[in-house]
């Protein structure tokens, strides 16, 4: 049985910073095929990609976060960060992490792809 658990998600103030970590139990993170991702979602709106580690080769955001939001995994301990610097009231909502065994490039970005998901971390960014 596949659980995904994050955690780092707060109340912060506009520029600072945050590490989400999301832990992943019964997934093997070796071996280049699971895709880890972020995606989150405001009051309001539909989940939206964040970013992805797509099998552990490549990286992707969307636009919004590109130069500020890094995503990295350790897989020894089958866990995917996201760093969020610079943060802006806009990048406030629930943070969710996502995983798939199975995940094709072309669907990085769609949130029905992905087999696994979180309970989601809230992180409010006040200005």
């Known amino acids: 049985q596949v659980q995904l658990a994050e955690s780092g998600g707060g109340l912060v103030q506009a520029g600072d910073s945050l590490r989400l970590s999301c832990v992943a139990s019964g997934l093997t993170f070796s071996g280049g095929s699971v895709t880890m991702a972020w995606f989150r979602q405001a009051p309001g709106k539909d989940r939206e990609f964040v970013a992805a580690s797509f099998r552990g080769v490549r990286t992707y955001y969307t636009d919004s976060v590109k130069g500020r939001f890094t995503i990295s995994r350790d897989n020894a301990k089958s866990t995917v960060y996201l760093q969020m610097d610079s943060l802006t009231p806009e990048d406030t909502a629930v943070y969710y992490c996502?995983?798939?065994?199975?995940?094709?490039?072309?669907?990085?970005?769609?949130?029905?792809?992905?087999?696994?998901w979180g309970q989601g971390t809230q992180v409010t960014v006040s200005s």
């Open positions: 996502a995983a798939d065994k199975r995940l094709i490039l072309s669907s990085v970005t769609t949130p029905h792809s992905y087999d696994y």
